[in-house]
């Protein structure tokens, strides 16, 4: 990490106005090193990505110890996403309004209980209610993770910093699948979840420590406003989830209504209120528009993917539980490899830029696999568009937070970072229930089904970089 130190409060550059933040070292006199504020910033990053993607290749062994199929099975992986969705932005409300460090420090130790209790579930039901637990730390480790590190960061070495945070997140897409593979042909599924909590424990404590607190001014949370982003998003995922489920249907479909409706009075209620849980004003930016419309969709992109890669390196090349991992590696290993230096090209040559060039990556390496993977009888054929798409990633991902992060006022940027990272995550959450839907109308075989998977993955790519065209021009 680069060899960079601040004052919490006597920064070269402040990264806040006092009047607007209160930025204060976690013990009088101590300095914070900004490696102790990458390193703990980033490890909440790590272990809310690393449970996105461990699960991937445990999802065959959990499966088939619960008898599920591909439409239940994807619950294993939506339930914590569609989780974080929902309650991101209530996490970075109570951040702003209790102290960012200390929402951090509690939102730690949930994720470790939701892991305990993943680790020791014997029935589907009781593995759902712990990832639900496991989303609900989450929903707060990653945005006040992200506030943190961003407010306590000069604004000439934001971009380096975030690029770091993302390339630590990268290393758990490729940590993640390898080591989900590894543990459960070794051990069992279980111990994915047994490896947070040393982790987690130590986190909380080194944060408590290492960690400045901050607070933004906040208002009092209104609960009815909670409940209704709640039910917007979760009611949304969990319709389109149910959708391929001949028997759920008609109430997916009045669940999907009423999704919309909690979304539209979710909106009407922000209008009028002085201390909105959401800014509208926020999205009077075009920059900021853009770039949460092209997070969706680079995520809900790549979310498909990698429901199904994994999947079908088992049941269409043969690979086990361990090959299927390592066979993310030239995918997911661009990510450590780009996403550092994706930050230190959006500070030079400006985040509109970076992001397009990562968009249309992405793009390329998603047709190219549509084209190869039915007729692909071996793994290598697969390995350099994996490689393009990764790379559209992790060069995208950074710029497009950099771009929305920078479009806002200081005093918003915990808002930012929480509606950034809701469209993240409930992108993640809507990719993987349109890619079942996608390889269920493709019923011939695995391989047929997968490429119907990365064709729609290919559509969105393009939607985002589209939508990436919104970002800033100048650096």
């Not at 993607?53 to 959990?62: E, N, P």
């Not at 993987?432 to 993955?457: D, E, K, N, P, Q």
Request: charged share 10%; with cysteine; aromatic share 8%.
């Amino acid at each position: 990490m680069p060899n960079l130190n601040i004052a919490a409060e006597t920064a070269d550059e402040p990264s806040q106005p006092s009047s607007i933040q209160e930025s204060k070292p976690p013990l009088p006199g101590r300095i914070v090193s900004q490696g102790w504020l990458l390193a703990l910033t980033s490890l909440g990053f790590f272990m809310a990505m690393m449970d996105s993607m461990i699960v991937t290749t445990a999802s065959g062994a959990i499966g088939r110890q619960f008898g599920l199929d591909v439409v239940r099975l994807q619950w294993v992986l939506n339930a914590y996403n569609i989780t974080i969705a929902a309650l991101l932005l209530l996490g970075v409300a109570i951040g702003d309004r209790f102290g960012q460090r200390r929402t951090y420090i509690l939102a730690l130790g949930l994720f470790t209980l939701g892991s305990i209790a993943c680790a020791l579930s014997g029935s589907f039901a009781w593995l759902l209610a712990g990832r639900i637990v496991q989303g609900v730390g989450a929903c707060a480790m990653t945005p006040m993770s992200m506030t943190i590190l961003t407010s306590a960061t000069p604004a000439s070495k934001r971009g380096s910093a975030l690029g770091i945070w993302s390339g630590v997140g990268g290393l758990a897409l490729v940590v993640g699948p390898a080591l989900g593979g590894l543990i459960t042909a070794s051990l069992s599924w279980q111990w994915i979840f047994w490896i947070n909590v040393p982790i987690g424990l130590a986190g909380m404590i080194l944060a408590h420590y290492k960690l400045p607190e901050s607070r933004v001014p906040a208002s009092r949370i209104d609960p009815f406003d909670a409940v209704l982003v709640v039910a917007a998003s979760g009611l949304v995922v969990w319709a389109l989830s149910e959708a391929p489920n001949a028997a759920m249907r008609l109430p997916a479909g009045v669940a999907g209504l009423a999704g919309v409706l909690a979304a539209v009075a979710f909106v009407a209620r922000q209008r009028g209120k002085e201390h909105p849980l959401v800014p509208l004003r926020l999205f009077s930016s075009k920059a900021l528009s853009g770039g949460v419309a092209a997070t969706f969709l680079l995520y809900a992109a790549m979310y498909g993917v990698v429901f199904f890669l994994p999947q079908y390196l088992h049941a269409a090349l043969g690979l086990g539980t361990l090959g299927a991992g390592l066979g993310l590696l030239p995918w997911t290993g661009t990510l450590v490899v780009v996403s550092p230096f994706a930050g230190r090209l959006a500070d030079r040559y400006g985040e509109r830029a970076v992001a397009l060039a990562g968009m249309a990556l992405q793009l390329i390496g998603y047709i190219w696999l549509a084209f190869a993977s039915p007729s692909a009888g071996q793994y290598w054929p697969l390995a350099i568009p994996l490689v393009l798409s990764g790379a559209g990633i992790s060069l995208a991902g950074p710029a497009l937070q950099k771009g929305v992060l920078g479009s806002v006022e200081p005093m918003l940027m915990g808002k930012a970072s929480g509606v950034f990272n809701m469209f993240r995550q409930l992108g993640g959450a809507v990719g993987t229930a349109l890619s079942v839907i996608a390889f269920r109308l493709a019923t011939s075989t695995f391989a047929a089904g997968f490429g119907s998977v990365l064709a729609l993955s290919a559509i969105l790519s393009a939607l985002g970089l589209l939508a990436a065209l919104c970002l800033q021009r100048s650096r």
